[in-house]
């Protein structure tokens, strides 16, 4: 009984000091976000890893979305008469929650797992070693691109969601139930204001930092882990633990921003 | 105490390193004089590599000093350890070749960082460096389609690309078969002949440690056990060099209380079945 208080105790302060180290590590490079020169190529090159690579997942993501969502809320509204007002229902749902959280759980696991094996890889190869001893900061060099990158690319790539998924609610309930066209537009877009594309900015915006910083800052302090296990094995093992970290941040910072901006 | 003379490059004084709570370096004194090759030896373990970060400024020790260049290493602000490596090579054991950048993307890499020339000089000047390094014609191979010798040959080329006056290899020959790690270590007697490098060398291959070696530390159990000329190295009657000089594995003296501690200490640190992850 002693002995699993003490374990716990011992895991608890072994996660706070992770999480320091993650601040810190976070604190770092945001430090490091302007300052000069701006690697712009850098830059490119990962806005084409995580960015226009993710477009086609997302694609998928968000039609069969906008598809379900469309099935399932004209069924609803139709019961109580008022299909018409599916534009509405599935954009907000879109474009305030469905939008924002699918994008980013996608990016997670597709560009957010590549950028943690490749830091986790780096780390325990010494190249980020190699990279210090070259008097090459490996924040500048290596982190502050990838957070730009992320930091433009989740944003535009929620905004190709939010279309697909309404353009998805409008084959279900248009095409293939008998809402009517002007109907489902009219509703679209007259509900959609700068309030809840505010959200859906906001929100793209929070989890592409998670996304970034849990799938970069795993892989950086690879050598820190306490299972003290390195190569392939470590770097797969914090790539898993990134995606669910980061996955679980960013359902939990959605439902925080909704209830932040909803109140 | 080291003593300091005129010539000394670097000097490491009473150095003491952990990892954790486990003692690696216990006060190490060791100096390198300007020129020279230093090879360090020792069995796998026995904190080669940790003495080589610490000199680097990569790791901290727990105490003591190391001093390069007339530069406190382990007091440093990170702007004086970025312009003391700007003037230092550095081969680590695995390379540590970029596995996005093709050969010559990494061995330009320092000089497009550091430098303003145009990219047709720096292409000129890493071409050189490949050559001289026998690795000409494979500019544009990534470095997982490299063998194990032009591994070692890239990184040893990209850690020379700045022209230092100081360079550190870890390992130079581990995992590559005997003609090519003698290969290698002409390579090494080159580039102080050639270019008056002072070159520190880690190493557990006796062979290799002969032939290029000015002078050799052994390090044991995290002090120096012997630090001379080969010659002085091979007359040593310490019984544990002359194990490691003849191969013979020299088992762990370790009294009961040690061994008891070694086991619940590796007890605490296993990973329980049931804990979550994340
Ligand atoms: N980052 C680290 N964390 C904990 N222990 C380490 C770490 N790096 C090395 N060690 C341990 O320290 C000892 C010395 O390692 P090292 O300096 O790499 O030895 P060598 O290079 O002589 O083989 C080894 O027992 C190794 O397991
Ligand atoms: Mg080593």
């Known amino acids: 009984m002693v002995r699993a208080i003490t374990r716990l105790g011992e895991k608890t302060i072994e996660q706070l000091e992770h999480l320091g180290h993650l601040t810190v590590f976070l604190m770092t490079v945001i430090s490091k976000l302007f300052v000069f020169p701006f690697r712009y190529r850098a830059v490119l090159q990962q806005l084409y890893f995580i960015g226009a690579k993710s477009t086609f997942v997302i694609f998928l993501a968000s039609i069969t979305i906008g598809l379900a969502l469309g099935l399932n809320l004209y069924v609803e509204l139709s019961r109580l008469g008022v299909q018409d007002r599916l534009g509405t229902a599935v954009s907000l749902s879109i474009v305030r929650e469905l939008g924002p959280v699918i994008t980013a759980l996608m990016v997670m696991g597709r560009a957010g797992s590549a950028i943690c094996a490749e830091v986790g890889i780096m780390r325990s190869d010494e190249q980020l070693d190699a990279l210090e001893c070259m008097a090459i900061d490996p924040f500048k060099f290596l982190m502050v691109p990838k957070f730009w990158a992320t930091l433009i690319s989740v944003p535009l790539l929620v905004a190709i969601a939010d279309v697909i998924g309404v353009f998805g609610g409008y084959i279900a309930g248009v095409v293939i139930f008998d809402v009517p066209y002007g109907a489902y537009w009219q509703g679209v877009y007259t509900s959609i204001d700068w309030q809840h594309l505010n959200m859906g900015l906001i929100k793209s915006l929070v989890f592409a930092l998670v996304i970034v910083w849990v799938a970069t800052g795993k892989g950086f302090l690879l050598h820190l882990d306490k299972a003290g296990v390195y190569g392939a094995e470590g770097v797969s093992r914090v790539t898993t633990q990134a995606v669910v970290m980061g996955s679980i941040l960013i359902l939990f910072f959605n439902f925080l921003v909704s209830a932040f901006m909803v109140a | 105490m080291t003593k300091l003379t005129a010539d000394t490059f670097i000097s490491v004084d009473k150095l003491t390193t952990h ?15 300007q020129g020279e090759i230093m090879v360090i030896m020792g069995a ?17 020790p727990t105490s003591g000093q190391v001093k390069i260049m007339g530069l406190d290493v382990t007091n440093a602000s990170r702007k004086q350890l970025y312009q003391f490596r700007r003037q230092i090579g550095v081969a680590f054991q695995g390379g540590a070749l970029f596995g996005n950048l093709s050969l010559v993307d990494n061995i330009q890499l320092p000089l497009r960082e550091h430098t303003n020339l145009d990219a047709n000089t720096i292409r000129i000047m890493a071409r050189m460096k490949l050559d001289m390094m026998n690795l000409s014609g494979f500019d544009n191979l990534m470095p997982s389609e490299l063998s194990g010798g032009m591994v070692k040959r890239a990184a040893l080329a990209r850690a020379i690309v700045m022209d230092p006056q100081l360079l550190f290899f870890d390992e130079p020959s581990a995992g590559l078969d005997p003609v090519v790690a ?4 002409e390579y090494i007697l080159e580039l102080k002949q050639a270019m008056e490098m002072t070159i520190v060398v880690v190493t557990h291959e006796l062979e290799s440690a002969f032939r290029i070696a000015d002078r050799i530390t052994v390090l044991d159990r995290g002090k120096v056990a012997i630090c001379g000329t080969i010659d002085e190295v091979k007359a040593s009657n310490d019984e544990r060099v002359q194990n490691l000089l003849n191969r013979r594995a020299s088992r762990e003296q370790v009294t009961p209380d040690e061994y008891l501690e070694l086991l619940t200490r590796v007890q605490a640190t296993r990973p329980h079945r049931g804990d979550i992850d994340g």
């Open chain 2, 19 to 33: 990892y954790g709570e486990r003692l690696i370096l216990d006060k190490l004194d060791l100096s390198v004089r």
């Open chain 2, 44 to 60: 796998s373990g026995s904190g080669k590599s940790t003495l080589l970060r610490t000199m680097l400024g990569l790791n901290r």
């Open chain 2, 182 to 185: 003698a290969e290698l270590d």
